[in-house]
C-alpha cells in the first residue's frame, strides 16, 4: 500500500479552476480501480487546523494497491495533466502506513497497520468530524495546542486540510521520530488538556489517527521541498524510488 498526499498551488488567477479541479477531478478518480481511497480537499492558512481557508492551496489524498499504480497516475492521468498546465506548483509526499486507528467516511482506508519497530522520520495524520453543537468547544481549544505544535521539538512541517470548513478537519505533520510525537502528545499540558476534553465532552462523530513512514517528496510548495534535507538518506537507499514528474 502506498499512500500519496500531494499538495497543490494555484496563482491568484487561476484559483476558480482550483474550485473546478474540486468538483470534476473526482471523476477520474472514482473511476480509477487501483486507487482504493482519496480525498480532494481544501487548505488552512496555518499548517494546521485553521477558520480561515487558503484559496491558493488545496490537496489530494490518495492511497494506491502498489506503486506502479501511483505512477501511472503521475505520468498519465488527466489530474496530472491539469496540475501541469494550470497549477502553479505541486509537492508530493509518499508514504508508508504504521499504525492507523478509527475511520474516514466509514472506512479504514489504511488497513489495520500495526508497526512498531519503526524508528525515522514519522508522518501523521489526525482527522475528524466535529459534533456541530460542538464546534465552538473545539475552537476555542485547538488554536493554542495547533501554535505549540509549530515550536515543538522534532517537529518539521505540517498542511491544514480538510473537506468541509469547520466541521472536516484534519493535519498531516512530519517529525523527525516517534519520540517527539509522543512528547507532544502526552507530555505537553496543555494537548493533554485538549485530549481529555475531546473525551468528556465528545467532540467528534468520527476520528481517525495514523502514522505513517516517508519513503519520498518531490515537487515544491513555496518554492522549496521542506522535507528534501530528511528524506535524502531514504530516497538513496531505496530500492524502488519513484522517478519526480
Known sequence: M?????????SPGKIPFAFLAMAIHRIPLMMNK???FWKLMGSGKNGTFDKEADLRQWALLTVWNTEDDFKRFQQHSF???????????????????LISHGKWDGK?????????????????????????????????????????MLKAK???????IGEAPL????TFSVWESIEDVKAFAYQS????????????????????FARF?????????????????????????????????
Not at 502506498?2 to 494555484?10: D, F, G, K, S
Not at 499540558?189 to 481517525?208: A, D, G, Q
Open 154 to 160: 522534532g517537529y518539521i512541517t505540517s498542511f491544514g
Open 167 to 170: 466541521y472536516r478537519q484534519a
Open 79 to 97: 489530474i496530472s495533466f491539469w496540475w501541469k498546465h494550470l497549477a502553479l506548483e505541486t509537492y508530493t509526499i509518499l508514504c508508508q502506513p
Open 34 to 36: 487501483n486507487c482504493s
Open 108 to 148: 479504514e482506508p489504511f488497513g489495520k497497520a500495526e508497526i512498531n519497530t519503526y524508528t525515522g522520520p514519522v508522518a501523521v495524520l489526525t482527522r475528524a468530524t466535529i459534533r456541530f453543537n460542538r464546534l465552538k468547544n473545539f475552537w476555542a481549544n485547538v488554536d493554542k495546542t495547533a501554535k505549540l
Open 2 to 10: 502506498l499512500v500519496a498526499l500531494t499538495i497543490i498551488r494555484y
Open 189 to 208: 499540558p496543555e494537548h493533554r488538556e485538549v485530549i481529555k476534553k475531546t473525551r468528556e465532552e465528545n467532540w467528534y462523530s468520527e476520528e481517525l
Open 213 to 245: 513512514k516517508p519513503i519520498a517528496s518531490f515537487g515544491t510548495l513555496n518554492g522549496a521541498d521542506p522535507l528534501a534535507h530528511l528524506l535524502k538518506e531514504i530516497m538513496n537507499e531505496s530500492s524502488s524510488r519513484i522517478t519526480p514528474p
